[in-house]
């Protein structure tokens, strides 16, 4: 019987040992999307415990604390941060074969160096000890990145953002890239008509000019791609149910924005033509700046409204949503396509029925200018486990080329997930060494290695430029 969670863990061949060991675990992690909060890099902040870098934010195990029930009170509310981790440890022996038994595990072995399982049993044991350690320099939030070899960031960072605490992390001179990303998914946002004038409000306010049309909407928006550009940005990001594609033209477009800017309500197919330009719009301005830009495609977000209404959004109650994925995207990225406008492109599908779907997608797109240039990304979300990462490799290796693939993200609020990429690495060796070991592909450790080395972080690095 093999021991849990040990050295070679999920590595179930010699061969898989020696590629994960001798290669892909020493190479460095470039993290390009997640949502660290930029601040707390800046500051180099010191959590006073465990539960303030691990369960603040973390919806992840608030949702299963909720299905284990927990009483709110201990998750979002007014109990004090020991009562939490303590209901936390409660909850963790019954989350096995849950990625979050695995995460819980590897996170208290990476950072803390504790071995023991978290139960209610060694609860104040670990609690007491990794307190003490939080408390030492070596686990600031720089030190914590630097345990798990970090060395480029990006995080997620709204158009209005001024950016202040990347500009100060730049000028420390730490040996950490932390880079924007240009997410401008509440400037399109067109279903909540109140909330759209009030963010045009506040970007008129911004670049100090009067916003009462389309253009001048467009030229504030743009203005502010441009200081991303000189703060060091060259990614964006979107979060949408689904592309947006409908035909329109810019009149009609023009014409919605004045009745959207006069209060008025729009029908759902105004709101469509005008997500649809200024997703087209965006588009534009990230091939022009030699972007990358990412889609995150297919949650179902804030579907209890009793538990919105008291807790707000993102707070772990969203899910895979069943939205029709492929001629949409297919009739946005062939338009891009088209004016030779398409950028350097990564798409990501919540729905694992439509992997395959994805997988054939990214191969429409490419025009040997750049190894990989469409990418499909990651299992995302509710698919970054184990079978989900093993789905999209498989697929992605059965349709595409896996040996293009930029790896692996974290997608988190938590400076202590970065084991995930560890987690990602692991299923990639294992994969690898089975196929080695079962003759389905050569026993070439020079070429297999290589191949790995570049998944888990020589491919990013040259699709980024970093």
């Known amino acids: 019987m093999k021991k849990f969670l040990d050295e070679n863990f999920l590595l179930q061949t010699e061969t ?13 992690i470039i993290d390009y999307h997640n949502h660290l909060i930029p601040e707390q890099i800046a500051e180099d902040k010191q959590f006073e415990n465990i539960t303030q ?39 963790v022996p019954y989350t096995l074969r849950n990625p979050l038994y695995h995460w819980t595990h590897l996170e208290l072995q990476r950072y803390f160096n504790i071995h023991e399982l978290l139960s209610p049993a060694t609860a104040k044991q670990i609690w007491y000890e990794c307190n003490a350690k939080l408390q030492t320099k070596e686990y600031s939030v720089l030190g914590l990145l630097k345990k798990m070899n970090v060395k480029t960031l990006c995080t997620t960072d709204d158009p209005l953002d001024n950016l202040e605490f990347h500009q100060q992390i730049k000028a420390s001179g730490i040996d950490l890239v932390v880079l924007p990303a240009f997410r401008p998914d509440k400037a399109m946002n067109a279903d909540d008509v109140a909330g759209l004038n009030q963010y045009v409000d506040k970007l008129a306010t911004i670049v100090e000019k009067p916003i009462t049309n389309y253009q001048e909407y467009l030229v504030a928006l743009k203005s502010r791609h441009d200081f991303f550009v000189e703060n060091g940005a060259s990614v964006s990001d979107h979060g949408l149910e689904q592309i947006y594609a409908e035909d329109y033209t810019e009149e009609e477009v023009a014409q919605i924005f004045l009745k959207i800017r006069k ?79 398409l950028a350097k492109t990564i798409l990501y599908n919540l729905n694992p029925a439509d992997n395959e779907l994805m997988a054939t997608m990214i191969g429409n797109y490419q025009d040997g200018t750049v190894a990989g240039k469409v990418q499909w990304g990651s299992g995302w979300w509710f698919l970054d486990q184990k079978q989900g990462m093993i789905n999209q490799i498989n697929a992605l290796s059965n349709l595409g080329l896996l040996s293009q693939f930029v790896g692996m993200l974290t997608d988190s609020r938590s400076f202590l997930s970065f084991p995930r990429h560890e987690y990602f690495r692991r299923i ?39």
């Open 16 to 28: 898989a040992r020696i590629l994960y060991h001798d290669f892909a675990k020493h190479m460095p």
């Open 53 to 91: 870098v691990w369960l603040y934010g973390d919806h992840y195990k608030w949702r299963a604390m909720r299905t284990f029930g927990i009483d709110e009170y201990y998750i979002t509310g007014g109990a004090s941060d020991w009562e939490k981790f303590e209901k936390w440890a409660e909850t």
């Open 263 to 341: 209060g008025k309500a729009i029908t759902q197919e105004e709101n469509l033509k005008f997500k649809s330009a200024m997703l087209f719009q965006f588009a534009l301005w990230d091939h022009e700046r030699g972007w990358v830009q990412q889609y995150h495609l297919g949650a179902i977000r804030n579907n209890n409204d009793r538990l919105l209404a008291s807790l707000g959004p993102d707070t772990g109650f969203d899910s895979i949503g069943d939205f029709s994925q492929g001629r949409a995207l297919a009739k946005f990225l062939n338009k891009l396509d088209a004016g030779n406008k």
């Open 428 to 466: 990639l060796c294992d994969l690898f060494g089975t196929d080695i070991e079962n003759g389905e592909i050569p026993n070439d450790i020079k070429l297999v290695s290589q191949l790995v080395e570049n998944i888990c972080y020589h491919n990013a690095k040259a699709y980024f430029s970093f």
